[in-house]
């Protein structure tokens, strides 16, 4: 009996097919049906003298801006734990739940909600980064105290279903062999230092991914006597991506984002078409 | 029947007669669950709080103990698991214990140093943190030259959180294991102070990720026996459903965790997959892959979408049952399971174990049952339990789990009572609730107190990685360097959970 099993898991593991999804980034069914993202924000909808959202929103991702002859309030999505209470919150539907994941940002201001799109400007690409890299990337994530909750989709991505590898794009044990830094966590006075580390032994060009709202901007957590407020004040940050956690779709799009291999889809903190850049090819 | 918590009581003890109220109730088969320290409003002088449960279907009891100027007695001598609550509480509330066996910092590890206790009245201190290299301990004997210190971490290979592990040893031999953990302790306790209750269900979610009903389920159960609010029966019935597809891809990661550690690649990929499916039936049904946002104080926010659910588990099944048969024929991955991580029934109940960890070493304990809340006690809930007391059986409690899950998420979806969903929850200013609820790992405890504008003036969170930490290094001692990731991922811990 127990010589047979290993054959047999060969011969189980064919048959169970493929299990990939086709999602590549971009069309195709990423499998995340049902999921509610970053609300929307109608500011036409916005009524004057309501503060419903600004008190239910714990990590203050929405506040009231300074300049209100411009608009009244602020929506950061670099802040947003997408808990949806605002939605829930918001008398006149001015803020609506949605599927938008794809967060990934160069910079940024591009989480911050405005009335007009940004200019592309902070979207010119790093030349480089294809030239060195190619198409492969090598990964050193530093949990720097996260929930653990960004931890469960990273380690998702190498599931069967969406086959990181399959991009070329691989976690490394050593931050020697890395690329890409992808820091989880608002970053605890302890894990400080350790990151600060990890981020001196990686080899030039490097690059450093804010992986999740904690990361971003702290989120829920940071703050406090035991955390800083994500990664803006401590390293060069080359993508922000927000969520709480960001589901492996958006961490893919975002990696392939750095890659030059996939648009940026936020900008003024609105999920647009995909930016075609003539010039690029994302292929 | 409703969703009323179970009535909690509470004793008032003084610190002299401590140790013997202590060794009486051991004595009577009670087990200690754990202590804190809070500083009632307006007030510097700390208050303790044990909590124990007297054993199964009877209430979990509180003391309270006013210490005033005097050291309590340290408790840890009778009952060892409380030793690292009264370390923590040192560090964090600057009540130091009489007769602690190992007057060390916990929470603060070497090299932190913190300008004041952060959970005292005032203002917020500053942390630092300097590393301070691993002790080599004073050895004797002709072998001493050849033990070998190997620290690894904080930050350690793969996707992992983020801890340190020291490793005394020698060639294979582990001689010694001490983890550090606290690397992430974010004082998330304290970041709950001054939030309105209904806004503390947010942050429960985000203190261990993969335990966010769990944690919420605690949190607002101790809401709810401060309000003394009746949840409507459907939402506690909803609540044993978001509760069961919780543990359900926990565990489905759990299997898939553990085939890496004993390579058995196609296993690990089949586990992971169907974590995947697991996750991805979460997503539908309730908007986030880890089952965010639907358990509020009172009852649930809104109902989730059942529709596909009953056919998802079908398939689930289907491939589990499979799965499950080939593990368990599986002699390369058995013969690093069998007597691999041995944790006796003695040790597992002194140092505190729980969840699938004291129930694979023979302890027939389970919080949905022995301290009921919700609708366990309406729906057919089954115990797993082993007495292998290794890291198989520690797997075989889990396999086990899952079709249990499964099984209770088929009986809610069957009998589900119509009614509404949500009760008004208010608990009143000055109030105090305890709140449990048994996550993937273990018995998770919120101890609740309000301040008397109604906001939260202090939140103790027990994590069932708090006390399974405690319990895992010894099971190292002694053994080797090969099965180490092995009997790590049997013992399913998370970091954030400890840290807090």
């Excluded at chain 1, 969520?243 to 291999?261: D, F, K």
């Excluded at chain 2, 007297?54 to 050291?71: D, K, L, M, Y």
């Excluded at chain 2, 964090?92 to 007057?103: E, H, T």
Aim: with cysteine.
């Amino acid at each position: 009996m127990a010589m047979k099993v290993i054959p047999l898991w060969t011969l189980y593991g064919l048959a169970r097919g493929k299990a990939t999804t086709r999602w590549c980034g971009e069309d195709a069914e990423p499998g995340q049906a049902g999921y509610l993202g970053m609300p929307r924000f109608d500011q036409a909808k916005c009524q004057q003298g309501c503060r419903e959202c600004v008190d239910t929103c714990l990590p203050g991702a929405i506040t009231f801006c300074p300049d209100a002859s411009k608009q009244r309030l602020t929506v950061d999505y670099g802040r947003c734990v997408v808990c949806q209470l605002c939605v829930e919150a918001c008398p006149t539907g001015a803020l609506t739940s949605s599927t938008d994941w794809a967060f990934g940002s160069r910079r940024r201001e591009d989480l911050v909600w405005t009335r007009a799109a940004a200019s592309t400007d902070g979207m010119t690409l790093k030349r480089e980064i294809r030239r060195v890299f190619g198409r492969s990337l090598h990964i050193r994530h530093v949990d720097a105290g996260s929930c653990n909750g960004c931890e469960s989709e990273l380690q998702a991505l190498n599931n069967p279903y969406y086959n990181l590898h399959r991009f070329g794009v691989f976690f490394t044990p050593s931050p020697r062999f890395a690329d890409l830094l992808l820091v989880t966590g608002p970053v605890t006075y302890a894990m400080r230092g350790p990151l600060l580390e990890a981020y001196e032994a990686m080899p030039d060009p490097r690059f450093v991914m804010a992986a999740g709202t904690c990361a971003v901007s702290g989120g829920t957590n940071g703050g406090g006597y035991a955390c800083d407020n994500g990664l803006e004040e401590l390293l060069p940050v080359d993508v922000f991506l927000p969520g709480c956690p960001p589901n492996p779709p958006a961490i893919i799009h975002a990696l392939l984002m750095l890659l030059q291999r996939s648009p940026q889809r936020v900008q003024g903190g609105q999920i647009g078409p995909a930016d075609e850049h003539p010039e690029d090819d994302y292929a | 029947m409703t969703g009323a918590p179970l009535a909690v009581t509470m004793q008032d003890i003084a610190p002299a007669e401590l140790s013997a109220r202590c060794a009486a109730a051991l004595g009577a088969g009670a087990r200690m669950q754990f202590m804190y320290a809070w500083f009632p409003t307006g007030s510097d002088a700390p208050e303790l709080r044990y909590v124990l449960h007297p054993g199964r279907g009877q209430t979990p009891h509180i003391w309270r103990c006013r210490s005033g100027a005097e050291s309590p007695p340290s408790l840890a001598p009778a009952a060892p698991l409380l030793s690292w609550y009264e370390r923590e509480t040192t560090d964090l509330c600057g009540v130091a214990f009489r007769d602690q066996p190992v007057p060390d910092p916990l929470v603060l590890l070497p090299g932190a140093a913190a300008e004041r206790p952060p959970l005292m009245p005032g203002p917020l201190p500053h942390l630092s943190y300097t590393p301070v290299p691993l002790p080599m301990p004073d050895l004797a004997g002709t072998t001493r030259e050849d033990v070998q210190l190997l620290p690894f971490g904080p930050v350690r290979a793969d996707v992992l959180e983020s801890t340190q592990l020291a490793f005394y040893y020698i060639g294979e031999a582990i001689l010694h294991y001490q983890p550090r953990l606290f690397f992430k302790h974010r004082g998330m306790e304290k970041r709950f102070e001054g939030l309105s209750p209904a806004l503390g269900t947010v942050l429960a979610e985000r203190v261990s990720g993969v335990g966010s009903v769990a944690h919420a389920l605690a949190y607002c159960h101790a809401l709810e026996a401060a309000s003394r609010c009746e949840v409507p029966s459907r939402a506690t019935w909803l609540r044993v459903l978001l509760a069961e597809l919780e543990r359900l891809y926990n565990h489905l990661h759990y299997l898939g965790y553990l085939c890496h550690t004993t390579t058995l690649k196609v296993g690990e990929a089949q586990g992971k997959y169907l974590e995947e499916l697991a996750k991805q039936v979460n997503c539908q049904i309730s908007g986030s892959r880890l089952l965010r946002g639907l358990v509020v104080p009172g009852g649930v926010r809104r109902e989730p979408t059942l529709l596909t659910l009953a056919e998802d588990l079908v398939r689930i099944e289907h491939e589990l049952r499979r799965y499950a048969d080939q593990l368990a024929a599986t002699s390369s991955h058995l013969d690093r399971l069998i007597t691999t991580g041995v944790l006796d029934r003695q040790l597992a109940f002194d140092q505190g174990a729980t969840g699938p960890v004291e129930r694979a070493s023979g302890i027939d304990r389970d919080s949905r049952r022995d301290q009921p809340y919700g609708a366990y006690d309406e729906l057919p809930l089954s115990v797993a339990v082993r007495d292998g007391c290794d890291a198989h059986a520690r797997q075989q409690v889990r396999v086990e789990e899952i079709t249990h899950s499964i099984a209770l998420i088929r009986a809610v979806l069957d009998g589900l009572p119509e009614g509404s969903l949500r009760a008004d929850c208010r608990p009143p200013p000055g109030g105090e609730g305890l709140g449990w609820a048994e996550t993937p790992r273990g018995t998770a405890y919120y101890a609740v107190h309000l301040d008397t504008a109604g906001r939260l003036a202090r939140v103790k969170i027990k994590s069932p990685s708090f006390s399974n930490w405690r319990v895992f290094p010894y099971t190292v001692h002694g053994t080797n360097m090969m099965d180490y990731a092995i009997n790590e991922a049997s013992f399913g811990l998370t970091v954030a959970g400890c840290d807090r």
